[in-house]
């Protein structure tokens, strides 16, 4: 009796050790200053790397493609004021985020993250009234966007939890993020009254004026992707314990 007594205990003492063994997905940093903040940036990247192909233990099978719901843009005032909407948007690329730098204070569980997207594709139906360039340019129809060189910065604060296992997890207290884009092309197609004229005044200006335009978006998008990255910040905190990312002891 004993002896099934030790080989339950010795059982249930493996299991323990291999449930808190490090996944394969996150490389534990330590909590030495001088390294901690380049460790995170690697092991932000890592995890970057197989959340591309997804990670089922994470309950995360695919990112792509990051939707937003609808974003609105005003030029000029009174009843021919340009006005435009923006729906159903999908951002394909994003997964192909690099972290280069990372600032971290971890007494106060604040961090900045500098990242870099290579190019992101952008496609979302859009309806515009008003006029643009002397053209009466009401409409609706497809819009297509390519991004390209994108630079953020996201500074976000946690706050630490106990878990239902006892160990601590993080979510964050608040989210900021900033952005800029190097090259822009973007436009219409596939107007729904087929007037080409519309079409070609439309491409003109969105191609001739693409970053004033993601001058005027940006408020609107700033607060839509904000959201979107604290959500999913708060998913993969919820799954992956503190001292997976950072060694406590």
């Known amino acids: 009796m004993s002896g099934k007594i030790a080989i339950i205990v010795l059982v249930a003492l493996l299991g323990a050790t291999l449930a808190q063994e490090q996944p394969y997905y996150l490389q534990q940093c330590p909590r030495d200053e001088a390294q901690i903040n380049e460790c995170l940036r690697e092991s932000g ?66 961090f900045q993250l500098t990242c870099e997207i290579p190019r992101i594709r952008v496609k979302a139906q859009y309806r515009s009234t008003g006029v643009l360039i002397l053209v009466k340019a009401s409409g609706a129809g497809d819009y297509w966007g390519e991004y390209e060189g994108v630079k953020a910065k996201i500074y976000f604060k946690a706050v630490a939890n106990e878990g239902p296992d006892g160990r601590t997890y993080l979510t964050t207290d608040s989210v900021k993020m900033d952005f800029n884009v190097k090259e822009i092309q973007m436009g219409v197609d596939n107007i729904a009254n087929g007037n080409s004229v519309i079409q070609a005044a439309l491409n003109l200006f969105i191609n001739s004026n693409s970053q004033e335009l993601l001058k005027e978006m940006k408020p609107a998008l700033r607060t839509k992707l904000t959201l979107v990255i604290r959500n999913f910040m708060d998913r993969i905190f919820a799954k992956i314990p503190l001292d997976e990312w950072i060694n406590l002891n």
């Open 45 to 110: 990247n890592k995890l970057v790397h197989y959340l591309q192909k997804g990670v089922p233990e994470l309950d995360i099978y695919e990112i792509e493609p990051v939707m937003i719901d609808e974003i609105g843009i005003v030029l000029g005032s009174g009843p021919d004021g340009y006005r435009a909407l923006f729906r159903n948007i999908q951002a394909y690329g994003v997964s192909n985020i690099t972290v280069t730098n990372i600032r971290s204070d971890l007494d106060s569980l604040q």
